[in-house]
T-cell receptor, first 114, second 114 residues
Framework: DAKTTQPNSMESNEEEPVHLPCNHS???????IHWYRQLPSQGPEYVIH???SNVNNRMASLAIAEDRKSSTLILHRATLRDAAVYYC???????????????FGKGTKLSVKP | EPEVTQTPSHQVTQMGQEVILRCVPI?????FYWYRQILGQKVEFLVS????????KSEIFDDQFSVERPDGSNFTLKIRSTKLEDSAMYFC????????????FGPGTRLTVL
């Protein structure tokens, strides 16, 4: 799986939007971009994924650059519960498959201030 | 909402002892995974399991480790002779099918080897 680069940590204020960046300059055409998060003392939790187009779900939005070499996870209004480590993971659509394992990096630790 | 469950939540064992960690996957899921996370470190893939066979395993998953789904429901990870460095959180994850992208993680079992 291709490598991703994320900032080690970010801070946000409660109820403000948060933009979490991820660089993946060596992404291949068949790599999906996945985001997971891990709340303190819990297992990872799926957030969102996309291939080329921007995606929205109830948790977040995913903005994907036109050249797909970077993406941004957007939390529209951060809450204290959003304090977690956020992982940007590339997952090949074919090899390893969409059923293959996830390769976690160190992620971005998001702190949310009241 | 269906969820992955794991037992026990915490297991303390002596070095050299065998441990079995148990996972109850979401009922209609077909792909099963074990990951581990040593305190303060990244989440690491151990093994994936599909159709009663190991699909993929990492270098960590050596001869001391084994997995099985003995009764068609529980998914177990066995460590035959535990070492101090096996102390970690062990997470089970499941995925519904190849065309579904989301992996669902359990709450983890904290294994402490003394």
């Amino acid at each position: 799986d291709a490598k991703t680069t994320q900032p080690n940590s970010m801070e946000s204020n409660e109820e403000e939007p948060v933009h979490l960046p991820c660089n993946h300059s060596t992404i291949s055409g068949t790599d999906y971009i996945h985001w997971y998060r891990q709340l303190p003392s819990q297992g990872p939790e799926y957030v969102i994924h996309g291939l080329t187009s921007n995606v929205n779900n109830r948790m977040a939005s995913l903005a994907i650059a036109e050249d797909r070499k970077s993406s941004t996870l957007i939390l529209h209004r951060a809450t204290l519960r959003d304090a977690a480590v956020y992982y940007c993971i590339l997952r090949d659509k074919f090899y390893g498959g969409s059923q293959g394992n996830l390769i976690f990096g160190k992620g971005t630790k998001l702190s949310v201030k009241p | 909402e269906p969820e992955v469950t794991q037992t026990p939540s915490h297991q303390v064992t002596q070095m050299g002892q065998e441990v079995i960690l148990r996972c109850v996957p979401i009922s209609n899921h077909l792909y099963f995974y074990w990951y581990r996370q040593i305190l303060g470190q990244k989440v690491e893939f151990l093994v994936s399991f599909y159709n009663n066979e190991i699909s993929e395993k990492s270098e960590i998953f050596d001869d001391q480790f084994s997995v099985e789904r003995p009764d068609g429901s529980n998914f177990t990870l066995k460590i035959r002779s535990t070492k101090l460095e096996d102390s970690a959180m062990y997470f089970c994850a499941t995925q519904r099918g190849a065309s579904y992208n989301e992996q669902f993680f359990g709450p983890g079992t904290r294994l402490t080897v003394l």
